[in-house]
């Protein structure tokens, strides 16, 4: 019987992928067990933070690296960090009184994200048109777009939303920035794989890069990674360590926090409710470590072969199915169910999740009358409940 029905809530059949909202990543025996194990002994979270820093700064070729609370917290730590620098006095005033607080993004990624970024105390202010989208021209956001907004008194940053195709590229954004002197904090929660992205999208020179633990990396669902500039990434850390220490006590590892740089000691940030635990950046780092490891373009193939299992049993159902690959080996495809109109993509979501067990399909194309099967949280015995939930649509 699943743990869950213990307290009378049903196990789903997550047909969506790695999303929060149905608990993320499925972790592997080891980092469970790794959490189970670090989970019985106190440790310094501090020098654990340290330690974990620098042997993820290595795999991400930056000079320092944080474990948060997912990576929206990132997005907060990572603004308060371009925010107060080195600046205690301003750590303690965060989110008010930061001077320069105002982030530049491009008006084609403003998303719901933009809060966690605005809750550190900076203010979003938009740059370019997107006129593809408004059907108006075709012309997108562009690098210079930036440049005629880089008033240096009162930005602070630019905030940008990584895609691979994402136009105008990091790289032109980020050199648009550093040639006037301000930092870029990028979004990247959701770009593994491909693998090569963990060190791809930091060597754009992005000052502080945003990944997500509990995504495809499948660590724990409430970790993520802030990773970039070690003055940045400290800064970051003490608004979210824990300060109630004494000042003639304290003394964090040198590397991780270098105090000779910082003007006294700050007390609780504003990233003090983002805590993670000594278990989850343990499971965080054998996750990430088996992530290295993982053969993705194998992983990908069987979860092509589940797909096929499930369109050869839907093939003589009334609805059409697509597989939709993926322009990267290393990413999976999905399987596209075409059930006609928006109204019967509605209804047959609603019928899913009213089933037992529950089943939910990715949502992203139900004005096409599309529902989308994403395989990567699947677990083989659930193929066949999962097709006869949706032969019966
Ligand atoms: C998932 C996601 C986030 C949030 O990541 P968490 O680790 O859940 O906090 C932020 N931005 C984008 C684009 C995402 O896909």
Known sequence: MSIYARWNVAPVINATGTVTRLGGAIMSPRVVEAMSVAARESVSLEALHAAASARIAEIVGTEAALVTSGASAALTLGTAAILAGRNVARMQRLPRGAGAAKFLVARDQ?????????????????????????????????????????????????????????????????????????????????????????????????????????????????????????????SAALQMLDMDDHPELWSPPEAFIPLARHHGMPRHGLGRGFKVS??????????????????LVAEAQARRDWLNTLAERLRSSRYRVEMLESEHEEVAPTLAL????????????????????????????????????????????????????LSLL
């Open 110 to 234: 403003r998303n719901g994200y933009d809060h966690a970024v605005r809750l550190a105390g900076a203010r979003l202010v938009e740059v370019g048109y997107d006129e593809r989208t408004s059907g108006a021209g075709v012309r997108g956001v562009e690098a210079q777009d930036f440049a005629d907004a880089m008033n240096p008194e009162r930005v602070a940053g630019v905030f940008y939303v990584q895609r691979s195709d994402g136009r105008p590229p990091l790289a032109e954004v980020v050199n648009v920035a550093h040639r006037h002197f301000r930092s870029v904090l990028v979004d990247a929660a959701a770009e593994l794989p491909p693998k090569r992205n963990l060190r791809d999208i930091p060597a754009t020179g992005a000052d502080l890069v945003c990944f997500s633990g509990g995504k495809v990396i499948g660590g724990p669902q409430g970790t993520g990674i802030l990773c970039g500039h070690g003055e940045l990434v400290a």
């Open 338 to 389: 075409h059930v006609g109109s928006r109204a019967a993509a509605f209804e047959c979501c609603r019928r899913l999740r009213a089933g037992d067990p529950p089943v939910y399909v990715g949502h992203a194309r139900l004005a096409d009358g599309v529902l989308l099967i994403n395989a990567s949280c699947l677990r083989e015995e659930q193929l066949q409940p999962l097709g006869e939930a």
């Open 278 to 295: 000594k278990e989850q950046i343990i499971g965080l780092l054998v996750a990430l470590e088996e992530f290295l490891e993982r053969d």
